[in-house]
């Protein structure tokens, strides 16, 4: 099925004869690098916002900051790889940076939004 799905996406018809399609891996590095200016960014924004708990934003973007890190060694083992790297890889990649976009919209939710009312 994921053959089917390569092939379909490359727009292949017939499947047995084709090339695994190459990867852009400037568009991969593209995406991890926004990602960490995202961060970076929320850093900022966390040394002027006095309303939420420092330690806790702090432990929170340490865990921000470790899930970057996971992603961008899945990119340098993906960079390893050449053009055409194993499908694992891809899907490792895919499951870091899902990783790390959810534990962004956590910290989102947690501490750009306003603080309970005490």
Do not use: W
Request: hydrophobic share 45%; glycine share 4%; charged share 25%.
């Amino acid at each position: 099925m994921k053959r089917f799905a390569v092939c379909l996406a490359a727009g292949l018809v017939a499947c047995g004869k084709a090339a695994p399609p190459a990867v852009d891996l400037e568009a991969l590095v593209l995406r991890v690098e926004a990602r960490a200016a995202e961060i970076n960014g929320l850093k900022e924004k966390a040394k002027a916002d006095s309303r939420h708990n420092p330690t806790r934003v702090a432990i929170a973007l340490d865990g921000l900051q470790e899930r970057l890190l996971v992603l961008r060694r899945q990119l340098d083992t993906l960079k390893a790889a050449g053009p055409t790297p194993d499908d694992q890889l891809l899907v490792d990649f895919e499951n870091a940076y899902t990783d790390l976009a959810a534990a962004l919209r956590e910290y989102k939710a947690l501490y750009l939004s306003p603080p309970p009312a005490s």
